[in-house]
C-alpha cells in the first residue's frame, strides 16, 4: 500500500486490504470511458490528481477521497470517512458490461446511511476474495 498520510491507524490496528478504486469514470460504456479519458488528460496536464481508497483493517473501513492539484505537491481536497465494522450492513461486488466485452467490477459497502461503490481494477477473483475478507471482519463483531 502506498503511504497516505490522511490515514491513521489506531493502537493495535492491522492494515488488512486496500482498494485503490478508478476515480474518472465508473462506466462500463466505451464511449464514456473515451470522453473520460480525456478529461483525465486534461486533468493531467494541468496537474490534478484524484485517488480513492477503500482501506479494511481489523478495526473499521476507512474511505478517503483525495484531489492533489500541481502533479500532487499541494493538496487540492480530501475527504476521509470512518465506518465503524459494526455498522456495515452488506459487502459485496457487482459487475456492469456494455456491448458484451466491456466490463467494470465495482466493491460495494452498505452501512445503513450511504453505499460505497467504489470502481475495482483487479480481477474478479481478488475481489471476491477481498468481500470475503470484510465480511470476515464485519461478522466478528456481532
Not at 32 to 43: D, E, P, T
Amino acid at each position: 500500500m502506498e503511504t497516505l498520510k490522511e490515514f491513521v491507524a489506531l493502537p493495535g490496528e492491522n492494515v488488512l486490504e486496500v482498494i485503490k478504486g478508478n476515480a474518472y469514470n465508473d462506466s462500463p460504456n466505451p464511449f464514456a470511458r473515451l470522453l473520460m479519458f480525456i478529461v483525465k488528460i486534461c486533468q493531467m496536464i494541468l496537474g490534478i490528481k484524484l485517488f480513492t481508497y477503500i482501506i479494511i483493517t481489523n478495526l473499521r473501513v476507512v474511505k478517503v477521497n483525495k484531489k492533489t492539484i500541481l502533479w500532487g505537491i499541494l493538496p487540492g481536497s480530501v475527504e476521509v470517512m470512518t465506518i465503524n465494522k459494526r455498522t456495515v450492513r452488506s459487502v459485496g461486488y457487482a459487475m456492469d458490461s456494455s456491448w458484451f466485452i466491456f466490463r467494470k467490477y465495482y466493491f460495494q459497502l452498505d452501512n445503513g446511511a450511504e453505499m460505497l461503490r467504489v470502481t475495482y481494477d483487479g480481477s474478479l477473483e481478488q475481489l471476491t476474495d477481498i468481500c470475503t475478507t470484510v465480511d470476515k471482519v464485519v461478522t466478528e463483531s456481532h
